[in-house]
Structures are given as structure tokens and as C-alpha cells.
């Protein structure tokens, strides 16, 4: 197939084939004349087998492989720099093409190593405890830079081990960035591409209305998870700017009505902070709030940073408020962030490479 003249010149750019969704996929190579069974197969090269080049996708025909390679590519993010915590916490630092950086976290516990991926360099919403926050909003990721943190924290596994779940709370606000990450969700949750199971893929949001609106318009298989981090508007909105625009009884109205699926519940995160929100009158407002939705709270204890105007409380505040909570008939989990030594704890990642210290 010989290009026109204009194509010569100007030659269109070429397609990431890790930009498609497993819909898009299957469209873009039926428009080859190809059957839909040779998308599976590319998907399951891209995903299952971590191929990242399309002439190693050796069940197809040297003259489609050809074909394929002319109008698109495979991109791969390799780590700038991967830094390990005594608790096995693991923090990888990718540089983007256009030079920006963003961070993934891979936690191993007991009986699950769980990636947290990015969906934006940096974040919009500015709450006031957060260092992504803090940093200000770069721009989207595209759904190739959701899916090659995940590649590239599979590559680093220890031998014999593997990724059992994803949560999407690293840098960003993901329903900001709706379109990639449902795309790439897909990925994750598509039976040839990722395999997750969609109980074990976590969607964080700060409560982003429309996109929480659409999410359960379109009905959405995977985990949700909300970050409340207060039990009235005014402390909300105090931590949380967007809370002036979405207000909590907003989003809770739509959290009420969430389809979930049978035995699930949605999570609520608590970031706790000191004097702020976490008196046993919160804990009993957020009683009240929750009530009817079915919830489960994860209290995260503030992780304190440089420039960021708040305090951790003490353990013995920390026990009161959960047990408030529970003495109220909800699950509330205190979460210890893994990897705060290397910055890698909730609200830490900053896209930064370490300050190397002089030996
Ligand atoms: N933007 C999304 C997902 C990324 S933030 C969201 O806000 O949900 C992931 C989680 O980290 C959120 O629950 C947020 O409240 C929490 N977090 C942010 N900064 C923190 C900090 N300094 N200490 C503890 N948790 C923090
Ligand atoms: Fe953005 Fe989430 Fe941080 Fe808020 S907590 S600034 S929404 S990343």
C-alpha cells in the first residue's frame, strides 16, 4: 500500500497501540480487514506478555506486522530511579517524554503486594494537606502512561511474585482525567489484557461530581473509593477547596445511590488531622452522614511534610476516633502509610528525584 503524496510530506503521527482501550483496539485492527481474534492476541502480547515491539508478535504475519509497525508504535516507560524502604515499600520515579515526572508506589504486605498508580503529573485541586496538591496541575497522563507504570513495576517484582491489586491514589485526581483512566482501567479489569480482578482495582476520587455522576450512570465494576476527610462542609471545604463546589451532601446523595455490586461496600478515606477533624464530634457527624450508605472507613493518619500547615494526631486520638466509628457499627481501619521514609506515603509523591546526599 503505497502513501499518497500529502502522507509522504507529512506523514500522520503514529498510534500508541497502549493509547487504546480493548474496544478501540479491536476497532482500530478490524479496520485492517483483520478478524476480531487477532486484537485479542495483541492485547495479550501487550499485556500478558509484555512485548514492546510489534515484529515480536510472532503469531501474526510478517505483512500485518509490517503494516502495523508503519502506522503505530509500543511505548514502554522504563524507571529513572527506583528507591526502597525498609518496609519493602518500593517508589518508582518515571520521566515522561516531555519531561515531566510522575511516581508509582508498589506495596507488598502479608498477603497482597498492591500497586498505587498516577493519573495526572501533579493535581488541580489543591487540598491543603497534599503535597501532589501543593504542586499544582501539569497535565493528564494518557492512558499509555497508566498502563506502562504497571509494566514497569511488573518488571521489578521479586521473582515468583506478582501485582494482586491497583489502586488509582497516587498523583492526580482521576476522574479529572476521566476518559484515559476508564480506558485504561479497562485494560486492567479486560480478561486478555491485565486479568485484575475489577474487586481488586480501587478508584480514589476527592469527590469530583461530574465524574462520580458518570461513573455510576455508566455503572462502574471496580472498587470506588471517596476521600471525605471531614464530616461537615465547612471543615471540608477548609481542607479541600473542591468541597466549595461539590459540596458533601452532593456527593453523598450520589454515593447513596451507587450501583454497587452485591456485597461490596465503598470505601471512605479519613485523612486525620490534628485539630481539624479529628474530634469525637466529628467522628459521630460522620456517623450520621454515612448512614444508609454502605461504607467502610480507612482512617489515614496525616503524613506530615515540609510545608504542608498541619499536625498528625496522637495514637490515643486516633484509637477514640476509630472507636467511635466502630462502637457506631461501622469498619473503620486505621491505614499506617507504608514507604513514608522515602517519600512514599499518601499525599507524598511530588514527581521529584531524591536530593542525593553527599556519602
Ligand atoms: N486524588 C485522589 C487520589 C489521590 S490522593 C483523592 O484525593 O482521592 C490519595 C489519598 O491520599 C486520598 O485519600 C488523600 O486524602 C490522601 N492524602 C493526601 N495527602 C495526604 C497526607 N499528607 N497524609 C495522608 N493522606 C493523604
Ligand atoms: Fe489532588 Fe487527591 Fe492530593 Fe487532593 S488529595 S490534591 S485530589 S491528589
Request: hydrophobic fraction near 40%; charge should be positive.
Amino acid at each position: 500500500m503505497g502513501l499518497s503524496p500529502a502522507e509522504l510530506r507529512d506523514p500522520l503521527p503514529k498510534i500508541d497501540l497502549k493509547d487504546l482501550g480493548p474496544s478501540e483496539l479491536e476497532a482500530f485492527i478490524t479496520s485492517f480487514g483483520k478478524e476480531h481474534y487477532r486484537a485479542i492476541q495483541i492485547l495479550r502480547w501487550l499485556y500478558l506478555r509484555g512485548v514492546s515491539s510489534v515484529e515480536g508478535m510472532t503469531n501474526l504475519s510478517k505483512r500485518f506486522r509490517q503494516e502495523l509497525s508503519r502506522v503505530s508504535l509500543i511505548s514502554v516507560l522504563k524507571p529513572l530511579h527506583i528507591e526502597q524502604a525498609t518496609d519493602g515499600t518500593r517508589k518508582f520515579l518515571f520521566e515522561l517524554t516531555d519531561g515531566n515526572r510522575i511516581e508509582s508506589v508498589l506495596i507488598p504486605e502479608k498477603s497482597r503486594i498492591t500497586l498505587c498508580l498516577s493519573t495526572q503529573v501533579g493535581c488541580a485541586l489543591g487540598c491543603r494537606f497534599c503535597l501532589t496538591g501543593k504542586t499544582g496541575f501539569k497535565r493528564d497522563l494518557t492512558v499509555s502512561e497508566i498502563v506502562n507504570q504497571i509494566l514497569a513495576a511488573r518488571e521489578n517484582l521479586p521473582h515468583g511474585t506478582s501485582i494482586t491489586n491497583i489502586v488509582l491514589m497516587g498523583m492526580g485526581e482521576p476522574l479529572a482525567n476521566y476518559t484515559n483512566t476508564m480506558k485504561a482501567i479497562g485494560l486492567m479489569i479486560s480478561p486478555d489484557a491485565f486479568k485484575f480482578s475489577s474487586r481488586r482495582v480501587t478508584l480514589s476520587t476527592a469527590g469530583l461530581l461530574p465524574g462520580l455522576e458518570r461513573m455510576a450512570r455508566e455503572g462502574a465494576g471496580f472498587r470506588l473509593a471517596v476521600s471525605l476527610n471531614a464530616s461537615d462542609d465547612e471543615t471540608r471545604s477548609r481542607l479541600m477547596p473542591v468541597n466549595r463546589l461539590y459540596p458533601l451532601r452532593e456527593i453523598l446523595r450520589v454515593c447513596r445511590n451507587f450501583p454497587l455490586r452485591p456485597r461490596t461496600r465503598i470505601t471512605f478515606e479519613y485523612v486525620l488531622v490534628e485539630n481539624v477533624n479529628d474530634s469525637p464530634q466529628s467522628a459521630r457527624n460522620l456517623l450520621k452522614i454515612l448512614r444508609g450508605i454502605p461504607s467502610k472507613i480507612n482512617l489515614i493518619p496525616l503524613n506530615e511534610a515540609p510545608g504542608i500547615p498541619f499536625r498528625r494526631p496522637s495514637q490515643e486520638r486516633v484509637r477514640e476516633f476509630q472507636e467511635i466509628l466502630m462502637e457506631g457499627g461501622l469498619t473503620a481501619i486505621v491505614r499506617t502509610s507504608k514507604g513514608a521514609e522515602i517519600s512514599a506515603a499518601c499525599g507524598q509523591l511530588r514527581g521529584k528525584s531524591p536530593v542525593l546526599l553527599p556519602s
